[in-house]
């Protein structure tokens, strides 16, 4: 927390904005570090927010919602607070939000940024979470953006207008452009609309995009920079429960696409090659799946590397690779167990996803001791 807070006051190259540090509750441990920090850069213009404006069963949207409303300037950058960022990035996500279209090309209404896991935990939990987000996530990630054919964000990171904000309601309908003479909305004066409409989905990120997408008309950059996911300890099981929350998420959001999955994996993909090879080519199947997965794991690891800008350590190297190895033998088990249900745990509390990725609370009882985010544990340094 300390480290991804003092990342963003490092990269404030931009003449005018502040900082809004939100938190849920007074008891939050994260208030001590953020305190100290604020007295460390007293010349940044920046306060804590403490407190929730319950809107929704989605918590980040609860927490959002006051800074969402006393925010100073209309461009709003979310970042989570787990993630860590490169000086300069606030300055070239606001030219990228600004910069006019090309001729034929739709505006730009969101700007956000690749997340990069940064482990720092050894546990092996965190290790496979570390080799899906920087290898297959990131390849589909930027796949995905360059494609276009549809929003794909992720909240760790993105950056938008608040007044786009306050003319989506997240139907995904189409909406008329306002008048040019037409006054400026109090924030949250219409029903329905803004940052309070999210709050009833889970995948409130990807939501937000969608409407910006559909609603406005409004394309999506990808920037150039990354958005370090600093990951604290989580076991195994913590992994696989966090990937089947997310694809049944998916599931009622985009069900063709989650359906259509696991062809987009090494196993189900090579082994489907490997047969079609070898019922046209005679080649013997273990032969094709060989170079297949030497080939898929190279491409990860040239991803990992151009990611990192540097290679893995020697040390860590045969770690990355039992990672990406259990990644790759469990995606398929993983969605299988995902696409049957349609509830979640999230924050210690069970969800039924509904249509669209609505979520509802399946009960008012916690099921998991306490809450687990897997952040990095809160310190001063390294």
Request: some cysteine.
């Amino acid at each position: 927390m300390y480290l991804a807070s003092q990342s963003f006051v490092h990269s404030r190259h931009y003449p005018k904005f502040e900082v809004l540090f939100c938190v849920a509750e007074q008891t939050d441990q994260a208030l001590t570090v953020v305190e100290e920090l604020l007295q460390k850069y007293p010349e940044v213009d920046a306060k804590i927010i403490v407190g929730e404006e319950v809107v929704g069963p989605n918590p980040k949207v609860n927490n959002l919602m006051r800074a969402y409303k006393t925010a100073k300037y209309d461009i709003l950058w979310v970042l989570d607070s787990n993630v860590l960022v490169d000086p300069g990035t606030l300055a070239r996500a606001v030219d990228a939000l600004q910069t006019a279209p090309k001729p034929g090309r739709r505006p730009i209404g969101l700007v956000h940024h690749l997340p990069f896991a940064r482990v720092r935990e050894r546990s092996f939990g965190s290790q496979v979470e570390g080799a899906f987000l920087n290898t297959n996530h990131a390849k589909m990630y930027i796949a995905l953006n360059i494609l276009a054919f549809d929003s794909c964000v992720t909240g760790k990171s993105s950056m938008y207008r608040r007044s786009d904000i306050e003319r989506v309601n997240a139907d995904l309908k189409a909406k008329p452009l306002p008048p040019l003479d037409e006054p400026a909305r109090v924030v949250g004066s219409r029903s329905g609309y803004g940052m309070a409409a999210f709050g009833k989905f889970m995948a409130e990120d990807n939501m937000i995009g969608m409407a910006i997408w559909h609603e406005l008309g409004l394309r999506h950059d990808l920037s150039c920079d990354i958005a370090e996911n600093a990951i604290g300890r989580m076991s195994f099981m913590d992994y696989v429960w966090r990937r089947v929350r997310w694809i049944r998420v998916r599931k009622k959001m985009v069900l063709a696409a989650t359906v259509l999955e696991p062809f987009t994996e090494s196993i189900v993909a090579g082994t489907l090659a490997a047969w079609a090879v070898h019922y046209f080519l005679a080649l013997p199947m273990w032969l094709f799946l060989f170079a297949h997965f030497c080939f898929w794991f190279v491409m990860d690891l040239g991803i990992q590397t151009a990611l990192a800008g540097h290679p893995i350590p020697r040390s860590e190297q045969w770690q990355f690779f039992l990672a990406w190895w259990t990644r790759e033998l469990c995606a398929l088990p993983i969605w299988a167990v995902a696409i049957v249900g349609s509830t979640v745990v999230w924050r210690g509390r069970t969800y039924k996803i509904l249509a669209n990725g609505e979520a509802m609370k399946a009960d008012e009882n916690t099921t998991r001791k306490g809450r687990r985010d897997h952040y990095e544990p809160l310190s001063q340094g390294p």
